[in-house]
């Protein structure tokens, strides 16, 4: 297909800002191993090939196993998901996907259950900003290096 630009080179001072949010979430204590499957979810749901290609492999070098990598897109039938988990993969598919149905009330209880008021705004910014590089890679068509 080709790639189409380089957003990176073109503006770099949104990259700049870009790995800036990065950073802030990072710092946030969330879990890391959560963070990675967040971002593969989301960027398998928004069919992300570069950023599946980055997490998948940093969720590997992390000790996630293939297998549950393998069933991340039915991870509310597959077993090995802990409830924490679950919650922040409904989240971010929710928050993925706000036009079509919104957060529920009963996603957001059970994100509650499991993280704490400010946990939770850090993982809606972690949700927020790999749509972002979502929606810079795909339309841009980034290639896998």
């Known amino acids: 297909m080709g790639q189409r630009l380089d957003y990176r080179e073109l503006l770099p001072d949104g990259m ?3 790995l800036a949010m990065e950073s802030f979430i990072h710092k ?4 890391a191993g959560i963070l990675e499957l967040i971002k593969t979810r989301v960027s398998q749901i928004n ?7 980055m997490h998948t492999k940093a969720a590997r070098a ?3 196993t293939e297998q549950r990598l393998y069933l991340l897109p039915a991870w509310r039938e597959a077993e090995c998901f802990t409830e924490k988990e679950r919650a922040a993969l409904a989240w971010a598919e929710a928050v993925t996907l706000i036009s079509e149905n919104g957060v529920s009330d009963e996603v957001y209880a059970n994100a509650r259950k499991h993280f704490d008021e400010k946990e939770l705004v850090a993982l809606n910014y972690a949700v927020i900003a ?3 590089w979502n929606r810079l890679n ?3 068509r980034t290639e896998l290096k």
């Open 47 to 53: 069919r992300c090939a570069w950023c599946l290609d």
């Open 62 to 64: 992390r000790g996630e």
């Open 130 to 132: 790999i749509n972002g």
């Open 138 to 140: 795909v339309p841009f």
């Open 28 to 31: 946030q204590g969330l879990d």
């Open 16 to 18: 700049t800002a870009m």
